[in-house]
């Protein structure tokens, strides 16, 4: 019994395989690599000590989604596969339609056809409305959705519309939707972490390749928002602690794919499905914040300048994390500290991400 895990070779998913390793569950990767290298699987076998199984494939391919499922047992998916650059989603929205809607579509087509019942979903608090910063209060589960502002966004709030509606049509599909806050730094060997393509979107990559020397200086967007020094605020969640609540949704939703019993790590909860929930510390951090916290991890002076904010940002974003605590038992336990520190390691020993010719 496996878990098949489309994206496995990407920023999140390279660092869920190492965490579900720790727990002895079998899993298949299943990754078009259109924007992943298969060095990061390479790096995940080293920290692991075992082969991974590798399918290069596209979640739009029914045929060779079915040649999986037919290969090998697949008790549950964790499904990270999807495009995830809200720029780039304005600018081709039909691919992201196509790509995250489309290919989920398909995905859960086959996962029908083969009796396989179990999803966990990465969805973003991206689906959230837009929040009034005035009233604003940290974001929960009930705070309402659909006010998405980019194609992105909108593939994520319909994904879960479609997962919500899947359940209603078939109750014995067992759902978990994880609405991840803003992830960032990088395992703690320093072997694999975020690599994105050309200039960073993000603010954490970004302050990175500044501090290693590959940027002159971070543009600071917005100087002038209503926190308490004027940047915006976002709720950063390590990489590692973000993985670790894959694990536990898979335990929630009840697996078979252990490798052995290596002590009780399933858990017995009151069940909820679909199950959906905010992935985030609760706590909220300035790019100043970050700045500063980066500056001091890394021993390296980050240059920036204030411009104007960037269109579609919104002053505060941090999550009410007490609900994934009470049904999952999880929470972040990784500092702001930590986290620079540990996206300081994977930038430093590769300036280049996983390509060395880059
Ligand atoms: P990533 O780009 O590093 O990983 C996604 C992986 O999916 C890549 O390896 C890519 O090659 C693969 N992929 C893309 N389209 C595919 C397709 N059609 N078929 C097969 N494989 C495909 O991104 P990530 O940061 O690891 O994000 C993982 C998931 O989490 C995404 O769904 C993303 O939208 C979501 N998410 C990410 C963030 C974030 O800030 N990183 C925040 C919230 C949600
Ligand atoms: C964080 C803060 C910026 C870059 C995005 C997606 C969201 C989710 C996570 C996938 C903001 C500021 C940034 C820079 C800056 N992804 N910033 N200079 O926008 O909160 O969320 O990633 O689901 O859907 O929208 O993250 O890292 O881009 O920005 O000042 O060069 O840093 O204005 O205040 P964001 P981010």
Not at 137 to 157: A, F, I, M, Q, R
Not at 324 to 347: F, H, I, P
Request: aromatic share 10%; charged share 20%; net charge negative.
């Amino acid at each position: 019994m496996s878990i098949l895990i489309t994206g496995g070779a990407g920023y999140i998913g390279s660092h869920t395989l190492v965490e579900l390793s720790q727990f002895n569950y079998d899993f298949i990767v299943y990754d078009n690599l259109s924007n992943s290298s298969q060095e990061s699987l390479k790096r995940v076998e080293k920290i692991i000590g075992k082969s991974i199984t590798f399918i290069n494939g596209d979640i739009r391919d029914s045929e060779k989604l079915k040649e999986v499922f037919s290969n090998y047992t697949i008790d549950s998916v964790i499904h990270f596969a999807g495009l995830k650059a809200v720029g780039q989603s304005v600018e081709q929205p039909l691919e992201y339609y196509d790509n995250n809607v489309v290919g989920t579509l398909r995905l859960l087509e086959v996962m029908k056809e083969f009796a396989c019942k179990k999803i966990v979903f990465s969805s973003s608090a991206t689906v959230y409305s837009e929040v009034d910063a005035k009233n604003y209060t940290p974001l929960t589960e009930s705070n309402p959705v659909g006010g998405t502002t980019n194609p992105y966004g909108t593939s994520k709030y319909m994904i879960e519309r479609i997962l919500e509606d899947l359940y209603i049509s078939d109750n014995s599909f067992k759902i978990a939707i994880l609405r991840y806050f803003n992830p960032v730094g990088a395992h703690e060997s320093g072997t694999i972490g975020e690599d994105p393509n050309g200039i960073p979107n993000n603010l954490m990559p970004f302050i990175s390749q500044v501090a290693v020397g590959k940027r002159e200086y971070l543009s600071v967007f917005g100087s002038d928002y209503d926190t308490h020094d004027g940047t915006g605020v976002r709720d950063y969640i390590h990489v590692v602690d973000l993985s670790i609540a894959h694990v536990k949704a898979i335990e929630y939703l009840g697996t078979d794919a252990l490798a052995s019993a290596i002590g009780e790590t399933k858990v017995s909860l009151p069940k909820i499905n679909p199950l959906i929930v905010n992935i985030g510390t609760g706590v909220g951090y300035s790019v100043l914040d970050v700045v500063k916290a980066f500056e001091k991890a890394s021993g390296k002076e980050v240059l920036y300048r204030l411009v104007d904010r960037r269109a579609g940002d919104i002053a505060k974003c941090y999550a009410n994390p007490s609900y994934a605590k009470e049904v999952l038992g999880w929470e972040a336990t990784k500092t702001l500290e930590q986290m620079c520190e540990d996206s300081w390691r994977w930038q430093s020993n590769n300036p280049n991400g996983y390509n060395c010719d880059k």
